[in-house]
């Protein structure tokens, strides 16, 4: 099982970065996918999150309305759009995959993958 995310960097408060997660080997098309962040010195939070069919999304309060998840199951990939950066977005963020319905908790997914560094400045 691996899940590859890339798309991390350094964007000024204000910019965008869009993130994207490689799957593979698991069955992708039947996992919940999310997306969390840990910034230094915190716990993991919940960003993001989409069912397996892509049907349904669901957001952290801090970012709805600012970040999209969406999924390509033919392409095994889930991506995460991030605009209106702020420097509280600051953090490595995580892709995930839960076997069963898509959860903003933690304890639930199955597969994580190494993250990917988001940095915004003031």
């Known amino acids: 099982v691996q899940l590859q995310a890339s798309g991390g960097g350094l964007v000024q408060t204000g910019g965008f970065l869009s993130l994207s997660c490689a799957a593979s080997?698991?069955?992708?098309?039947?996992?919940?996918m999310g997306w969390f962040r840990q910034a230094s010195g915190q716990e993991r939070e919940f960003v993001a999150t989409?069912?397996?069919?892509?049907?349904?999304?669901y957001y952290a309060d801090s970012v709805d309305g600012r970040f999209t998840i969406s999924r390509d199951n033919a392409k095994r990939m889930v991506y995460l759009q991030m605009r209106n950066l702020q420097p509280k977005d600051t953090a490595v963020y995580y892709c995930?995959?839960?076997?069963?319905?898509?959860?903003?908790?933690?304890?639930?997914?199955?597969?994580w993958g190494q993250g990917t560094l988001v940095t915004v400045s003031s």
């Open positions: 995930a995959a839960e076997n069963g319905l898509a959860t903003k908790y933690v304890r639930k997914y199955n597969y």
């Open positions: 080997g698991f069955a992708f098309g039947d996992y919940g």
């Open positions: 989409v069912t397996w069919s892509g049907s349904s999304k």
